[in-house]
């Protein structure tokens, strides 16, 4: 079993910036891809970045290049999404997946194995 734990939503201004954490633990894995996605109200969870543990080539979902930035730490297997320039538009619960066993990034939500509990992200205008 793996879990996953997230941190660091807020309500912040347009403009602003965020870091969310997506902490992982649980059972022991070598290759995986953590990504986060987000969901709105009354729309379906959409892919936001993600990035594998095996070659740190980071895929992003075109609405958020050049504004967030995916890493990770290995020795803590934990990935981070630094978020800036937010815009209301990206306001969203955010959630952190985990691909078990995958080496390549997915943006499909169906791919990812495990769920984070979400943390919430408003942006006001």
């Known amino acids: 079993q793996v879990s996953l734990v997230e941190s660091g939503g807020g309500l912040v201004q347009a403009g602003g910036s965020l870091k969310l954490s997506c902490a992982a633990s649980?059972?022991?894995?070598?290759?995986?891809?953590m990504g986060w996605f987000r969901q709105a109200p009354g729309k379906e969870r959409e892919f936001v970045a993600a990035?594998?543990?095996?070659?740190?080539?980071?895929r992003y979902a075109d609405s958020v290049k050049g504004r967030f930035t995916i890493s990770r730490d290995n020795s803590k297997k934990t990935a981070y999404l630094q978020m800036n320039s937010l815009k209301p538009e990206d306001t969203a619960v955010y959630y952190c997946?985990?691909?078990?066993?995958?080496?390549?990034?997915?943006?499909?939500?169906?791919?990812?194995?495990?769920w984070g509990q979400g943390t919430q992200v408003t942006v006001s205008s």
């Open positions: 997946g985990l691909d078990l066993g995958a080496s390549t990034v997915s943006m499909t939500p169906t791919s990812y194995d495990y």
């Open positions: 990035v594998s543990w095996v070659v740190a080539m980071p």
């Open positions: 649980g059972r022991t894995f070598s290759s995986y891809v």
